[in-house]
C-alpha cells in the first residue's frame, strides 16, 4: 500500500477536484504528515498609537501587538492556523475570497459555533487560489473590525513572475476622537445611507507611510481594502499597471487610471519606480473632493532599467467557467426598506433595519430561521442577475465561490473574477459562477453597517 504523503494526498485532492468532493474535509486532512503546525492567531486588547500622537486603547488585533500579521499560504499546500480567543467577546474567522471547504469558512451558527473568551478554533485548508485575501471575524464586526481585525492574506504562486520588492498594504480607517480614543462606530442616519465614516486613515496603521525600492525597479502593490466603509478610488502618481483585482489576475493588464474598490475588495498593481534616486512614487485616493495621498514608495539606488512589458502575466486561478445554455437566473434586488426585523438580529446587532435583499430585511449575520435566498444544485451554473434600487454603491461580497462579470448596464466589463462587486446606483449587473462548493454561503454587503442592517443573505449549495 502506498504511504500516503502530502504530495500523493495533494495529487488525490487534485483527482477528486479542487474542493476535494466527495473526499470530505477528514479526507483531505486524514494524515499528521499533510496538516502542517497550525500558526497561532490570537485575539488580544492592545493599546497602539494610531494618529501619530497619542495612545488608542481598546485597539482589537491579532497577536501581541501592532497590526494584525500579514499571512502567507501557497497556491495548493495546506494551510492551518489555531484561533486563540485573548478578547472578552465571542469571536471567528473568515477567510475573505477563499475557496475553502464550508466547515472553515468562519460564520458564526451557519458554519461553526463561536468561539468565546478562552476558547481555540483550528482552522486548516487548502487554498486553490493564488493572490491578495484578507481575513476578518464574522461577529460584532463593526466593533471587531473597526477596532482593528483585519488583515492581509497573500497566496503565493511559485509560478508568479519576479519583481523586485513587495509591498503589502492594509488600508483602513479608524473612528476616533481628538483625545486619539475610539468613538460610536456608527450614526444611524448615515448607516442608511452610504455608512459612518473613519476620522483617521491608515495605511498599515499609520498615517501616509513610506516605502523604499530599487530605482527603476519593479514592485508588486498588494492593496487591500479592509476598511468597514470607505469606497476608494485609486490613482497612481507614477507609473503603474493593474494586474490583479479582488485576487484574480485581470484578464489584460492596463495603466492605472482611477479605479474605484470598496470594502473587501483588492488591488495589485506592478509599479515601476522612477529612475533617479529619491522620487516618490504614490498612491492616492481621489474619491471625495479632497484627493488624499495614502503612501510613498521612494527609489533608492541606481536605476535597475526594468520594464513592466517584461513582467509575464499572472496564471488565472482555476475558477470554473459558467455554461451559459444552462445557467440559471437568480435575480437579487438591492434596496431600501421601512420594515422593522431589527429585534431578530444577533451577532452584534446594530438595532435597526434599513435595507432589503429581494426585499427582505435580512435579520443579520445568522439567517436562521429565514430560509436560505436559493438553493443552488452542485455542479450547476448560476448567474446572479443584481440589481440596486438605492442612490449607494454597495460591495457585494459572496462566500465560497468566485464569479465573473458577465455584463453591466453601466458599460462594458472586462470578465473580472472575484468575491466581491461593487455596484454603482441604478446599475444591473451579470454575475455568472458555477456552484462547486457545498453548504451554506453567506452574501452580503461589504459596507458592515449596510450588511447589519438587512443586506445579508445566503444561498445554499447541496
Ligand atoms: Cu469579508 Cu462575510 O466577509
Ligand atoms: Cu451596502
Not at 499528521?32 to 486588547?45: D, S, V, W
Amino acid at each position: 500500500m502506498a504511504i500516503l504523503t502530502r504530495r500523493n494526498l495533494l495529487k488525490a485532492s487534485a483527482v477528486a477536484g479542487v474542493y476535494g468532493v466527495g473526499l470530505g474535509l477528514a479526507g483531505r486532512f486524514n494524515n499528521a504528515e499533510a496538516a502542517p503546525e497550525p500558526q497561532i492567531l490570537k485575539t488580544n486588547k492592545i493599546q497602539a498609537n494610531i494618529s501619530g500622537d497619542g495612545i488608542t486603547k481598546d485597539v482589537l488585533t491579532y497577536g501581541k501587538d501592532g497590526a494584525p500579521p500579514v499571512l502567507r499560504m501557497k497556491k495548493g499546500e495546506p494551510f492551518a492556523a489555531r484561533l486563540v480567543n485573548g478578547i472578552d467577546e465571542p469571536t471567528t474567522i473568515h477567510w475573505h475570497g477563499l475557496r475553502i471547504p464550508n466547515t472553515m469558512d468562519g460564520v458564526p451558527f451557519l458554519t461553526q459555533p463561536y468561539i468565546y473568551t478562552g476558547g481555540t478554533f483550528d482552522y486548516a485548508f487548502t487554498p486553490p487560489d493564488a493572490g491578495t485575501f484578507w481575513y476578518h471575524p464574522h461577529c460584532n464586526t463593526l466593533i471587531q473590525m473597526g477596532h482593528g481585525m483585519t488583515g492581509v492574506i497573500v497566496v503565493d504562486n511559485p509560478k508568479d513572475p519576479e519583481f523586485d520588492t513587495e509591498i503589502v498594504v492594509n488600508l483602513r480607517d479608524w473612528r476616533m476622537g481628538g483625545d486619539n480614543q475610539f468613538i460610536a462606530q456608527f450614526k444611524p442616519r448615515d448607516s442608511a445611507k452610504s455608512g459612518t465614516y473613519g476620522t483617521v486613515r491608515t495605511a498599515n496603521w499609520q498615517i501616509e507611510p513610506q516605502y523604499d525600492a530599487p530605482s527603476g525597479g519593479l514592485v508588486r502593490l498588494r492593496l487591500a481594502n479592509t476598511d468597514v466603509t470607505r469606497i476608494f478610488s485609486f490613482k497612481a502618481d507614477g507609473d503603474a499597471a493593474v494586474i490583479a483585482i479582488d485576487g484574480n489576475p485581470v484578464p489584460k493588464r492596463f495603466p492605472l487610471d482611477v479605479l474605484q474598490l470598496g470594502p473587501g475588495q483588492r488591488l495589485e498593481l506592478a509599479v515601476r519606480m522612477p529612475d533617479s534616486e529619491g522620487a516618490f512614487f504614490a498612491i492616492n485616493d481621489v474619491h471625495g473632493t479632497v484627493p488624499k495621498t495614502l503612501l510613498k514608495i521612494r527609489a533608492v539606488g541606481t536605476s535597475l532599467k526594468r520594464n513592466i512589458g517584461d513582467l509575464a502575466a499572472l496564471e488565472p486561478n482555476p475558477v470554473k467557467v459558467i455554461d451559459a445554455s444552462t445557467a440559471e437566473h437568480l435575480p437579487l434586488i438591492l434596496s431600501a426598506t421601512a420594515e422593522d426585523t431589527a429585534d431578530n438580529s444577533i451577532c452584534g446587532s446594530l438595532g435597526y433595519s434599513f435595507w432589503a435583499i429581494n426585499k427582505v430585511p435580512w435579520p443579520g449575520d445568522t439567517p436562521d430561521p429565514t430560509a436560505p435566498l436559493a438553493e443552488l444544485k452542485l455542479g450547476k451554473s448560476y448567474v446572479i442577475d443584481m440589481e440596486n434600487l438605492t442612490p449607494h454603491s454597495h460591495p457585494i461580497h459572496l462566500h465560497g465561490m468566485s464569479f465573473t462579470v458577465l455584463s453591466s448596464t453601466v458599460g462594458p466589463v472586462p470578465p473580472f473574477v472575484s468575491d466581491t462587486y461593487l455596484i454603482q446606483p441604478n446599475e444591473k449587473v451579470q454575475l455568472g459562477f458555477v456552484a462547486d462548493n457545498i453548504g451554506d454561503w453567506l452574501l452580503h454587503c461589504h459596507i458592515i453597517e449596510h450588511q447589519k442592517t438587512g443586506m445579508t443573505s445566503y444561498v445554499r449549495v447541496v
